[in-house]
C-alpha cells in the first residue's frame, strides 16, 4: 500500500513538472514570437520605419556641376524619385524632402545651413525615421569614380551604409574598391539627425564618363532599386 501511495506521489510529481517545463517553453514561444513580430513592424526601433528621402541641393543650389552642365541637383532628384517609387511599390511608407527642383527655404531668404536645418528637421520629427540622403562626388581631377556611402555615428547607421555601398558594387560597379566610410562631423545633415542616415555619393561629377551614366535614366533606376533593395534588406534585419 505504502509502495503504491509512493508510486502515485512520483506519478503526480512528474506530471508536475512536465506541465510547468511545458507552459515555461509555451511563454518562451510566445514572447519570441511577439518580440519578431514587434521587430519586423519597427524595425526594431519602436515605430514602423519611414524612408526619408533627401534629393541633395535643389533650386538656387545645383550643388556640383558636371562639365557638360549636368546639374548634380537634377541627377540627386532623378534618383531620389526613382527610390520614392520602388519602395513605396514594396508597402514601406516615405517621406520625400523635396519633390521638384527647389530648395526647402524659399528663395529670398535662401541658406544653405536654413535649407540643412529644414532637412534635418524633416527626418527628426518623423517617428521610426530612416535617412537616405542621395549627392553626387566631386573632385578638382577627373580621374576618380565610384559610388560611396558615408554614415552617421547613430545606431543602425554602419549597417545600412555597409549594406548599400555592398550591394551598389556587386550590383553596378564590381571594380568599384570604396568602403563605406563614417560621415565626417562637419556634414550638417549626418551630424544633426537623430536617426539611422546614410548619404550616398553614388557617383563622380567631375568623371566624363560617370556622368553619362549617372544621367542616364536607366542606370538612374538602377542605383535606385539597389538602394531600394538594400533599405528593404536593412529593415528586415538582413545584411548585404
Ligand atoms: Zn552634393
Given at each position: ?6 508510486r502515485?506521489?512520483r506519478?503526480?510529481?512528474a ?7 511545458l507552459l ?21 526601433r519602436?515605430?514602423p ?12 543650389d545645383?550643388g556640383?556641376?558636371a ?11 532623378a ?5 520614392e517609387?520602388?519602395?513605396?511599390f ?18 529670398i531668404?535662401y ?8 532637412r ?18 566631386d ?10 556611402v ?10 545600412l ?8 558594387i556587386?550590383k553596378?560597379?564590381?571594380?568599384n ?7 565626417p562631423?562637419s556634414?550638417f ?5 537623430r ?9 563622380f561629377?567631375?568623371?566624363g ?12 533606376t ?19
Amino acid at each position: 500500500m505504502k509502495k503504491k501511495e509512493e508510486r502515485t506521489r512520483r506519478t503526480i510529481r512528474a506530471a508536475v513538472f512536465v506541465l510547468a517545463v511545458l507552459l515555461l517553453c509555451a511563454a518562451a514561444v510566445l514572447a519570441l514570437s511577439r518580440h519578431a513580430d514587434r521587430v519586423m513592424q519597427t524595425g526594431g526601433r519602436g515605430s514602423p520605419p519611414i524612408l526619408v528621402i533627401d534629393a541633395g541641393h535643389g533650386g538656387l543650389d545645383g550643388g556640383a556641376i558636371a562639365a557638360d552642365g549636368t546639374k548634380e541637383s537634377d541627377v540627386n532628384l532623378a534618383i531620389a524619385l526613382r527610390l520614392e517609387s520602388i519602395v513605396r511599390f514594396f508597402g514601406q511608407k516615405t517621406r520625400m524632402t523635396r519633390w521638384d527642383d527647389s530648395a526647402k527655404t524659399d528663395i529670398i531668404s535662401y541658406s544653405e545651413r536654413e535649407d540643412l536645418k529644414e532637412r534635418v528637421q524633416l527626418a527628426n520629427t518623423t517617428p521610426g525615421a530612416v535617412l537616405i540622403s542621395i549627392h553626387q562626388n566631386d573632385f578638382p581631377t577627373g580621374q576618380p569614380h565610384g559610388a560611396q556611402v558615408l554614415y552617421s555615428p547613430w545606431a543602425g547607421s554602419e549597417l545600412l551604409g555597409k549594406t548599400i555601398q555592398t550591394n551598389l558594387i556587386e550590383k553596378l560597379d564590381p571594380g568599384n574598391r570604396r568602403l563605406a566610410v563614417p560621415a565626417p562631423g562637419s556634414l550638417f545633415l549626418t551630424a544633426n539627425t537623430r536617426c539611422p542616415a546614410v548619404l550616398v555619393e553614388c557617383g563622380f561629377m567631375s568623371n566624363g564618363d560617370e556622368v553619362l551614366r549617372l544621367k542616364d535614366g536607366r542606370y538612374q533606376t538602377a542605383a535606385a532599386a539597389v538602394i531600394a533593395a538594400s533599405y528593404l534588406r536593412y529593415i528586415n534585419g538582413k545584411t548585404a
